[in-house]
């Protein structure tokens, strides 16, 4: 009745890796190591920036990946309420993707700072991106936090869900309105700021390169991720048909 | 919408019984603008800074207004008995927020005088109409998500460490608005009073926002399983 | 919803499992209720008495098997089962700041039910005078329960579930309390309660199903109630 997959697949996994997977890492790891090469020796330095521009090809990647998981929790999450029958699939891809989410975006915050103290001279700047971001953040954290609760997996699918559809209504309204707190006192900006890096062929391939290269490490992390959580949930029934066997057997006797 | 009258009167009674915002609440809020005070030791910083002073209290009250509404739901699973009266939990939700909106904007009237004692703040003619818009609209988005969320968590282990957590990052927009209008409505130099209803109308769509959001939430979170 | 099998059959489960953070308090259960039936569960501490009445009333999911209460599928629509079923758990219900008329009147209010239908059932189950005028924190365990009867009778509920309602009355309450089940059940109730008591009432027994480790070990037919005494053991 619930959506536990049947023992004999159980039987036949060893793992959480398939052929699909192990090609998915293979590529991402290949591309991980170009990127590496590229962006710290291949790339020039800015004129402007030095060698902190280098900063950008983590950054960029790692804030993109972050928002993605934002965008798939959030897909992921409305699913498991509307497809009711699927419910535990669809949270177990919220729950995994919402947890690689909150470690990209907490690589992209610190990497965003780092670079800020270098360009700008000071660790943070109320900047709406930035702003939003970190509130995205905490928010993850909070999402995380729930799902640590230890309740009834179809309850905790719906509370979750609940709580990420909410995050998709309260970061537009956060991005909104400090970008209209800021527009009141100051106008530096990342945008303005952003704009000054000339990017030639190379670095942009390699950019890009990074973007595609973190995309797939997030996917592969996502579907490992919600593998074991799988893995984990057969585990609990296979130890519940134990469990009534040991009972009915008790009453047997 | 007269089940909703009845579960707000309800939570109103057993407020007027307790003395719960009376006793703890309204000392708390009134501690925590007097330390704010203490903490800046600046007399024009603190001017410059109470409509976001104010504002801070009332959204650390809220914390504990929230809670103590679950908490006589909870305690001895009135809620069960409560949600099994009516085919609609959404009135039960609006219910319980009006009950917490009244208690805000009692509080928030207080703190509000509190602060042009303490603090110095000014109001005039148009500011006051401006001013008492603001409580209105802040108030009761404070209420819809504070009810909300104070939901979402009643039933968990750990709630009251998980309400913060969850319901300040959504309520920061709030917490800005409500500020900067406020501000306006003070005289401020730095924002002026077509700002100040500029952000008025924000918070208005806010509370619309997050209160529709919470009647369609109300139901499948209230129903627990425990 | 209301098709004929619906309105004669009040609970019907069918191998119905429920798991409590993977321990199975209901390790395959099968039954049959008819409306207007009167049944008391019986099983020691940990049989699965309190999880029945809770999956019947729409509170715990349903892990395996079927399970439909008042006509209403409980693996698809648990949340539809509850403003149909009353249930009187472990806790009571009550507001602890509220006197024990203003609990009951409140949910009257809530159902629309008259102010008449407050006082009636109040007087009914003997909390009238001061005790009504009492706030339900200071109540004793008894006036408490007695209260939150007054609740499900004032709610008109089709389904009552009552979780050791005998437990804390006295011997004169106890009485009232069955004569109140019957009232109910006769009016068209279907009414179940868990009990402890292996000598209930002798001159009228109710139908009696007995739990063990989470399953059916007996269900014996009721007696002194016009019917013959049939004992069946379920398969």
């Not at chain 1, 030639?200 to 579907?223: K, Q, R």
């Not at chain 2, 927020?97 to 009237?109: G, M, R």
């Not at chain 2, 006051?128 to 609209?137: A, G, N, P, S």
């Not at chain 3, 109710?206 to 739990?211: A, H, S």
Request: charged share 15%.
């Amino acid at each position: 009745m619930n959506t536990a997959p049947s023992h004999v697949a159980v039987a036949s996994i060893r793992g959480t890796g398939t052929g699909a997977t192990r090609v998915l890492g293979a590529i991402s790891l290949a591309l991980l190591v170009w990127l590496v090469v590229s962006a710290l020796f291949l790339t020039p330095a800015d004129v402007v920036q030095g060698d902190s521009v280098r900063i950008m090809y983590v950054h960029v990647p790692a804030a993109w990946v972050a928002y993605l998981a934002f965008i798939t929790t959030a897909v992921a999450s409305g699913c498991s309420l509307v497809r009711r029958h699927r419910t535990l699939g669809f949270d177990r891809v919220a729950g995994a993707s919402a947890e690689v989410g909150v470690l990209f975006m907490g690589m992209a915050l610190v990497t965003g700072s780092l670079w800020g103290r270098l360009t700008w001279g000071t660790f943070w700047q109320w900047d709406p991106r930035l702003t939003t971001t970190l509130f995205l953040f905490i928010t993850y954290v909070g999402y995380l936090a729930v799902r640590q609760v230890d309740v009834d997996p179809q309850q905790r699918a719906r509370r979750s869900a609940v709580i990420a559809l909410l995050a998709v209504l309260e970061i537009p309204l956060v991005h909104f309105s400090v970008v209209l707190w800021r527009s009141l006192h100051q106008e530096a900006s990342v945008l303005n700021a952003d704009g000054d890096v000339r990017l030639d062929d190379l670095m942009l391939f390699t950019l890009f390169s990074g973007v595609v290269a973190f995309t797939l490490v997030f996917a592969w992390l996502v579907i490992h991720r919600q593998r074991l959580t799988a893995l984990a949930d057969t585990e609990r029934v296979i130890g519940l048909d134990s469990a009534i066997a040991v009972r009915r057997a008790e009453v047997a006797r | 919408m007269k089940s909703i009258i009845v579960v707000a009167r309800k939570d109103l009674r057993i407020e007027g019984r307790s003395r719960t915002l009376l006793a703890r609440v309204v000392p708390f809020a009134l501690l925590v603008l007097v330390l704010f005070a203490v903490a800046l030791d600046s007399e024009p910083l603190i001017l410059r800074a109470s409509a976001g002073l104010v504002w801070m209290a009332i959204l650390f009250a809220t914390m504990l207004v929230v809670q103590r509404s679950f908490e006589i739901e909870t305690s001895d699973a009135a809620l069960d008995s409560v949600l099994s009266c009516t085919s609609s939990p959404s009135r039960v939700y609006f219910g319980k927020a009006l009950a917490t909106f009244v208690q805000l904007f009692a509080l928030a009237t207080l703190l509000v005088l509190c602060s042009v004692v303490l603090y110095g703040s000014r109001v005039d003619g148009d500011g006051l109409v401006l001013l008492v818009t603001v409580m209105l609209t802040a108030t009761a988005g404070l209420s819809l998500v504070g009810t909300l969320y104070g939901v979402v968590v009643a039933r968990l282990n750990g709630r009251d460490s998980l309400l913060p957590l969850l319901s300040l990052p959504v309520l920061a927009p709030l917490l800005i608005g409500a500020a900067r209008a406020t501000e306006a409505a003070f005289g401020s130099q730095t924002i002026d009073m077509s700002n100040g209803w500029a952000w008025t109308a924000l918070l208005a769509v806010y509370a619309v926002v997050f209160g529709s959001a919470g009647a369609v939430a109300f139901a499948p979170l209230a129903q627990g399983d425990s | 919803m209301s098709s004929t099998v619906a309105d004669a059959t009040a609970i019907h489960l069918d191998d119905a499992v429920v798991a409590l953070g993977g321990f199975p308090a209901l390790a395959g259960v099968t039954l049959e209720i008819g409306t207007g039936e009167l049944v008391a569960l019986r099983g020691a501490n940990g049989s699965g008495k309190s999880t029945l009445l809770r999956l019947c009333a729409g509170l715990l999911p349903l892990t395996r098997g079927g399970a439909t209460v008042l006509g209403v599928d409980l693996a698809d629509h648990r949340d539809a089962a509850r403003t149909l079923v009353g249930l009187l758990g472990h806790d009571n219900g009550l507001y602890a700041d509220l006197t024990a008329r203003e609990n009951v009147r409140f949910i009257a209010e809530m159902v629309g039910a008259p102010n008449d239908d407050v006082e009636s059932s109040l007087a009914r189950l003997g909390i009238d005078g001061r005790v009504a005028r009492t706030r339900a924190a200071a109540l004793s365990a008894g006036q408490r329960r007695r209260t939150a009867l007054a609740s499900l009778v004032v709610r008109r509920a089709r389904l009552w579930l009552l979780d050791e309602p005998h437990a804390g009355l006295d011997s004169a309450a106890r009485q009232e309390l069955d004569s109140i089940l019957r009232d109910a059940t006769r009016s068209g109730a279907t009414v179940v309660y868990t009990t402890h008591d292996v000598e209930s009432r002798p001159e009228s027994t109710p139908r009696t199903i007995t739990l063990t480790g989470g399953t059916v070990t007996s269900d014996v037919a009721g007696a002194g109630l016009g019917e013959g005494v049939a004992p069946r053991r379920t398969p």
